[in-house]
T-cell receptor, first 115, second 109 residues
Framework: DADVTQTPRNRITKTGKRIMLECSQT?????MYWYRQDPGLGLRLIYY???????NKGEISDGYSVSRQAQAKFSLSLESAIPNQTALYFC??????????????FGEGSRLTVL | QKEVEQDPGPLSVPEGAIVSLNCTYS??????FMWYRQYSRKGPELLMY????GNKEDGRFTAQVDKSSKYISLFIRDSQPSDSATYLC?????????FGTGTSLTVIP
């Protein structure tokens, strides 16, 4: 089983629908992140959480919200999806000290298409 | 201007070639420098990291950092078809990660 699991892996939805992407991890890490990846734009940070009571906006948080339900679970919501939110979304985790090593552990991604 | 610039490629080389992947950056406060590898339909995985100017070698891979020129490179010797992937450079300031856009590499058998 993967250490960082994302569900769903693929989702097609319509404009205006509410969508939730879920992430769970078995690595025991405190820090969790949501990124989106677009061709030509690379990975951009949406939200991050350093522990259960900590939520921080990233570079592109508008139109998104998150919930850290437990140390192991971090979900991303699109309250009203729009077509330019079509992208590949990654959840990632890290240990507190791993900023020195750059070790982010990524899930396999959730591909979202908004029609 | 993005803080981290990376040529997106695509780059196509024959098996056995030496590959050079590069990134430039603008912020001299970046502390740690990394290369991630991302296979198709997978998440990125850390390949190498370093924090000082100079070279760091790991098998067929060498990471090079030149802080005076704000330039980092990844060299792959004796490239293999299994090296075909997208390579992303990344850098950190404090707790924040900054990624390049990635270079797509194909190694042709």
């Amino acid at each position: 089983d993967a250490d960082v699991t994302q569900t769903p892996r693929n989702r097609i939805t319509k404009t205006g629908k509410r969508i939730m992407l879920e992430c769970s991890q078995t690595k025991g890490h405190d820090r969790m992140y949501w990124y989106r990846q677009d061709p030509g734009l690379g990975l951009r940070l949406i939200y991050y959480s350093f522990d259960v009571k900590d939520i921080n906006k990233g570079e592109i948080s508008d139109g998104y919200s998150v919930s850290r339900q437990a140390q192991a679970k971090f979900s991303l919501s699109l309250e009203s999806a729009i077509p330019n939110q079509t992208a590949l979304y990654f959840c990632a985790t890290s240990e507190r000290a791993s900023v020195n090593t750059g070790e982010l552990f990524f899930g396999e991604g959730s591909r979202l298409t908004v029609l | 201007q993005k803080e981290v610039e990376q040529d997106p490629g695509p780059l196509s080389v024959p098996e056995g070639a030496i590959v050079s992947l590069n990134c430039t950056y603008s912020n001299s406060a970046f502390q740690y420098f990394m290369w991630y590898r991302q296979y198709s339909r997978k998440g990125p995985e850390l390949l190498m990291y370093t924090y000082s100017s100079g070279n760091k070698e790991d098998g067929r891979f060498t990471a090079q950092v030149d802080k005076s020129s704000k330039y980092i490179s990844l060299f792959i010797r004796d490239s293999q078809p299994s090296d075909s992937a997208t390579y992303l450079c990344a850098m950190t300031i404090g707790n924040q990660f900054y990624f390049g856009t990635g270079t797509s590499l194909t190694v042709i058998p």
